[in-house]
């Protein structure tokens, strides 16, 4: 039999220097990270049992760790692909270069709006923008530095500027792939099925559905002329139905989660999905023991039944095909 397949996400802290109006990680408290790069040099070292899609890191941000860029170094090593998801807040010249030397794979950098006060006011950071294009220019100068993405949360702050924004990628030569996510309920903030409605977040939905549907339609044309959207069809056609009724919107496949993914956190507690149960801790057992264990049988057979009607799919692992 061969080996299972395996893409591990490490989320290496739970603490941003950012305070984004679609994110409270920063509320979260200071909790201690328990991870090491020991220790994530040892999970890397153990995923020789699995058939390796990727490594992700995350957080927080990813970058804020002092030690990152090591264990992307050490990923790279193994010849697995790595991929980090970061603000850009950080990336001045000389980090740039540690990130290029480092040969980490693939960095998704949040732009929200190509317009700096419109990223920046939703992101919270003047100059915001500026220091994103500044970093982009500081790893595309020192050549062979891993590939560039741009993530963007559409939400109602960004909606009239999206367009723009995806014409400005596409001509940016620097840059790989443009990635889009719907806002979600802000991270951190207790679930609230209704949580759109809630005074605190209207200004992150939006409310003109004719302007959802334009948007979104457009962004639909521009990929099929060859724009660098990396989200299927199937994907952005399901932004709109979200948007146009949050409520209602329903997956139409059965969840995949449990059969490929694997999340570790700061704590080394490791989810199949995060709504369920941790199904072990990577400092109390092996990597192959915790994804072939009794736990994390029973939460797969969760996963199996999982009648969520789960937004968390719409963003991260979307496996709708195109028609
Ligand atoms: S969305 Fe990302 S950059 Fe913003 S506060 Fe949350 S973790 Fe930090
Ligand atoms: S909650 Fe969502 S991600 Fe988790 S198992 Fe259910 S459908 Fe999948």
């Not at 200004?203 to 457009?218: A, F, H, Q, S, T």
Request: charged share 25%; proline share 3%.
């Amino acid at each position: 039999m061969g080996k299972d397949k395996m893409e591990l996400s490490l989320s290496l802290n739970n603490t941003c220097n950012l305070r984004c109006r679609m994110c409270r990680i920063w509320n979260s408290g200071e909790e201690e990270n328990k991870l090491t790069l020991e220790k994530c040099q040892g999970v890397i070292d153990e995923l020789g049992a699995f058939e390796v899609k990727g490594v992700r890191l995350s957080g927080g941000d990813p970058l804020l760790v002092p030690w990152v860029l090591d264990l992307a170094g050490y990923i790279n090593k193994k010849k697995y692909h790595s991929c980090a998801t970061t603000n850009g807040s950080m990336i001045n010249e000389a980090y740039a270069l540690k990130i290029v030397s480092s040969g980490l794979s693939n960095l998704n950098i949040s732009l929200d709006s190509y317009t700096p006060g419109i990223h920046d006011t939703i992101r919270g950071l003047p100059g915001g923008r500026d220091r994103i294009m500044d970093a982009i220019g500081h790893i595309a100068k020192k050549g062979s530095g891993p590939e560039i993405g741009i993530n963007t949360v559409i939400s109602n702050f960004n909606l009239d500027d999206l367009l723009i924004l995806a014409d400005a990628i596409q001509d940016d030569k620097r840059i790989n792939h443009l990635y889009f996510m719907a806002i979600m309920q802000p991270f951190n903030t207790p679930p609230d099925k209704g949580w759109f409605l809630k005074e605190d977040f209207r200004g992150l939905w939006p409310e003109d559905k004719d302007k959802v549907r334009y948007v979104i339609n457009e962004l639909i044309a521009r990929k099929k002329s060859g724009y660098k959207i990396n989200n299927s069809f199937a994907q952005l056609r399901a932004f709109v139905d979200y948007f146009l009724d949050p409520l209602h919107f329903a997956r139409k496949n059965t969840c995949n989660l449990g059969k490929e993914v694997m999340e570790v956190n700061q704590m080394g507690d490791v989810f199949l999905c995060h709504l369920y149960e941790s199904i072990g801790n990577v400092f109390q057992d092996s990597l192959s023991n915790i994804w072939g264990s009794e736990k994390a049988r029973l939460v797969r057979d969760k996963i199996n039944r999982c009648s969520q009607n789960c937004n968390l799919l719409i963003n991260c692992y979307f496996e709708e095909e195109d028609v």
